[in-house]
């Protein structure tokens, strides 16, 4: 059973970088054909999905946020982490963590029923 949580800064200032760490227990991040993403959700907003990095390392980021965002993994730590770059008010958002076990290559957005385990989600607010 796979254990996910999230943990960074609450608070951000807006043209700063936000760095989130998933730390990942219940097995290593490297196990074949897990997938593990960022996931989102604003205020009065759905779900949207911001990018994955595979068990090989290989990783996607949503188109829309390409320009801003990278994730990166610690091995030896079992965690991953997402780095957004020159945050808005608008990236205020409850961030959470998921894995889907059957990663695709290359690795994308699956739908919503496809992640089976989530962290509990850590509120980020970006000061204008």
């Known amino acids: 059973q796979f254990q996910l949580k999230e943990s960074g800064p609450g608070l951000v200032k807006a043209s700063q970088t936000l760095s989130l760490t998933c730390t990942v227990s219940?097995?290593?991040?490297?196990?074949?054909?897990?997938?593990w993403s960022w996931i989102r959700q604003a205020p009065g907003k759905g779900l949207e999905w911001m990018g994955v990095?595979?068990?090989?390392?290989?990783?996607a980021i949503n188109p829309s946020l390409k320009s801003r965002a990278s994730i990166s993994r610690d091995t030896s730590k079992n965690q991953f982490s997402l780095h957004l770059g020159s945050v808005t008010p608008e990236d205020t958002a409850v961030y959470y963590c998921a894995r889907d076990k059957s990663a695709l290559s290359p690795p994308k957005q699956r739908s919503w029923d496809e992640y089976d385990h989530w962290g509990q989600g850590t509120q980020v607010t970006v000061s204008s």
């Open positions: 990095i595979d068990y090989d390392g290989i990783t």
């Open positions: 219940g097995g290593p991040i490297t196990t074949a054909y897990d997938a």
